[in-house]
């Protein structure tokens, strides 16, 4: 399974460390609960659901939305990560899950 998500991308980051593609995400804020000892990454099975996750509150889609000041040289970049198809994952759009 292929899945998408939107993060800020520093070239020179190692594994580990704010940056890197697989970094682990500190909590996120805005009303949103997080279970870090669950689940790491808010993901998305489609590549615009992702985008959009991130963007979508933007009046204007230009250049200046890819920075990330919060971590200096930093842009935001959409990542692909492959999973195994059987991995269990948390369906926020599937409320039987």
Not at 1 to 10: C, E, G, I, S, T
Not at 29 to 55: H, K, M, N, Q
Not at 80 to 95: I, Y
């Amino acid at each position: 399974m292929l899945a998408y998500r939107v993060f800020p991308y520093l070239p020179t980051a190692k594994s580990g460390q704010p940056g890197h593609p697989l970094y682990e995400h500190r909590p996120q804020r805005g009303g949103r609960i997080d279970r870090p000892d669950y689940y790491v990454w808010y993901l998305s099975r489609l590549a615009e659901a992702a985008c959009g996750e991130t963007f979508g509150n933007l009046g204007r889609w230009d250049e200046s939305m890819l920075e990330f000041p919060l971590l200096p040289g930093a842009r935001r970049a959409l990542g692909v990560f492959e999973s195994p198809d059987d991995l269990r994952v948390l369906d926020l759009d599937d409320p039987s899950c």
